[in-house]
């Protein structure tokens, strides 16, 4: 027999494969094609205290393995995810994650209140979108702001409070250690890496926001070596991502530290890789003989 | 098939299909018959996702159906070569089995066209789509259609269902001109209006339609990620506060391509 259970902040998952924010929605368009009971976790969609209404188009541009995007955070605000995305959320048994976005402490702080007596499991703090003007990651990129923004959400917060770190940085340690320090329950990363694409036919930017954030395999070499950098610098867990396409390359995030991961831009790519994942996970284990998906964190040697 | 992609009863699914015939019809043009059984379900107006097979290059390129074929679970996709995906599609050789996604999008309101004169204008690479509508209408058909010049593909198949007006940029064939020049030309009028193609000429007939008090659904596109309606990349302006993202904003992957021309601010 194999356990796959995780346990994050005193919270249980029945494995360490969840979705990550921006790239599943509430779950709504891929419960077409996956059973999201079968899912570890399941983050939203960053949502803020009122509608967003996002960034220009094209918001989308394929890249070299990657692709980038600059959506904007576009979501229907708090309102409507509590009368209509947590409702369908709640029907199913996974560990459902709210991302939190914001302009302000005091929207963040808005929206995690707003969670208290709800079932959601976790929440994930988005201090690291790179794709809007004002919030997340200017709270993102400099030690004192992390800090300052985890501190006041904490105070509030009736769940598990898990800080997204952005790999814009130029010392990941740094900022993960900022997180622990404020009181994080845990911390995720990496969001997207800010880039760039120009048409040369054209000559002109492939995305309306000239900048956008990359993801896919493109990216993962990076990730892996953050949440290794993150895992040594703190002792709170983490949940990796960036890039994550097979059950290799999930192992291969909690080897290096993390204690659950997330599949993003290869929903896209493939909208069944979660279960794919989750499948190839338990071959792997049964392959190796490893009883205990814990034993696998951080057992990089 | 990994079990995963074995889930029964669901509408969208991704899946491997079968190259039955490929074709270039035009230059850089390509006429793409696959055998898959998403044919039963499949819409005029609706898309299939294709996913390159080289891994460099990740996302599923929408392509608009051209044509179904239900009894023989075959659906037509007609398509430009414009970029890294679209040349590898190009290549894929009868027998071979490629990978796709439906069926995607509302398609166009078949049942509207009861009864009424409809008409079907589209301008290059947006003039397939209109021959599956073509034949599904209930009623008259004329075609109003844009070329770059006198490489007229798809001509005869629509002449199947209808009149075909053509407008040709260099003036080869036809109108000298666009459609909007050879529905003047013509003195054309309608009923309803059917629409697809690049979008200086959506937003000239989505104004016409205006002036006309002509209902109109124009199909429109935009760069995608997901196509299922999660990413939220390809969205269009809209009139009112859309019913599922709450601001002024639809997608045109799930909540679309075909819209009514007065909900949409293009």
């Known amino acids: 027999m194999i356990n796959t259970k995780i346990t994050i902040a005193g919270i249980t998952l029945k494995n360490p494969v969840m979705t990550a924010s921006g790239t599943f929605g509430s779950g709504m368009e891929y419960g077409e094609f996956v059973d999201l009971n079968r899912l570890g976790g399941l983050i939203t969609k960053g949502v803020s205290n009122i509608p967003w209404v996002g960034n220009p188009t094209p918001r989308v541009a394929e890249t070299y393995g990657g692709m980038l995007n600059a959506i904007g955070l576009q979501n229907p605000g708090i309102d409507v995810f509590l009368e209509r995305d947590l409702p369908f959320l709640n029907q199913y048994d996974t560990v459902s994650v709210i991302n939190v976005c914001g302009k302000t402490v005091e929207d963040y702080v808005e929206v995690v209140e707003r969670m208290a007596d709800t079932k959601i499991g976790m929440l994930e703090i988005n201090v690291s979108c790179p794709n809007i003007k004002e919030g997340a990651i200017a709270f993102g990129q400099n030690t004192e702001a992390l800090f300052h923004i985890t501190k006041e959400i904490k105070a509030k917060a009736k769940q598990p409070v898990i800080m997204k770190l952005s790999p814009n940085v130029t010392d990941i340690g740094e900022m993960a250690r900022a997180a622990e320090a404020a009181g994080a329950d845990g911390i995720s990363l990496i969001n997207t890496i800010t880039g760039m694409k120009i048409d040369i036919h054209k000559r002109k930017f492939a995305l309306a926001n000239k900048t956008g954030g990359l993801s896919g395999p493109a990216i993962k070499p990076v990730a892996v070596r953050m949440v290794y950098q993150a895992a040594k610098a703190v002792s709170i867990p983490i949940i990796g991502m960036g890039g994550i396409a097979t059950a290799e390359d999930a192992i291969e995030f909690m080897l290096a530290g993390a204690s659950a991961v997330c599949v993003g831009a290869m929903n896209f790519v493939n909208p069944y890789t979660t279960i794919e994942v989750i499948e190839g996970i338990e071959s792997y284990m049964k392959k190796y003989g490893v009883k205990e998906i814990s034993d696998l964190i951080g057992a990089v040697e | ?266």
Not at chain 2, 95 to 120: A, C, H, Q, V, Y
Request: charged content about 25%; overall charge neutral.
């Open chain 2, 1 to 266: 098939m990994s079990q995963a992609e074995e889930t029964k009863g669901n509408l969208k699914k991704k899946e491997t299909a079968i190259v039955s015939l490929q074709r270039e019809i035009a230059p850089g043009i390509f006429d793409l018959w696959v055998k898959t059984d998403l044919a039963g379900n499949a819409k005029a107006g609706q898309f299939i996702s294709i996913y390159p097979k080289d891994k460099s290059t990740l996302l599923p390129r929408p392509i608009s159906i051209c044509e179904i074929d239900r009894m023989k679970q075959r659906i037509r996709l007609v398509y430009r070569v414009q970029g890294v995906g679209t040349m590898e599609f190009s290549r894929y050789q009868q027998g071979e089995e490629i990978s796709i996604l439906g069926n995607l999008g509302n398609g166009f309101p078949i049942d509207k066209t009861k009864g009424k004169k409809t008409l079907m204008i589209a301008g290059g690479i947006g003039i397939p789509p209109m021959l599956q509508a073509a034949k599904d209408t209930q009623g008259e058909v004329t075609f109003v259609v844009g070329y770059r010049d006198q490489n007229l593909f798809l001509l005869e198949d629509m002449k199947k269902y209808g009149t075909v007006f053509i407008a040709t940029e260099d003036g080869s064939v036809g109108t000298h001109g666009n459609v909007m020049d050879a529905m003047k030309e013509n003195e054309i009028k309608a009923d309803l209006i059917f629409s697809c193609g690049p979008l200086p000429m959506l937003k000239a007939i989505k104004q016409f339609a205006q002036e006309e008090e002509i209902e109109a659904y124009l199909s429109l596109e935009e760069k995608m990620a997901c196509g299922v309606g999660a990413c939220l990349g390809c969205v269009c302006k809209t009139k009112k506060v859309d019913h599922h993202s709450h601001v002024h904003n639809t997608r045109i992957c799930a909540d679309g391509p075909v819209f009514d021309a007065t909900e949409v601010e293009i």
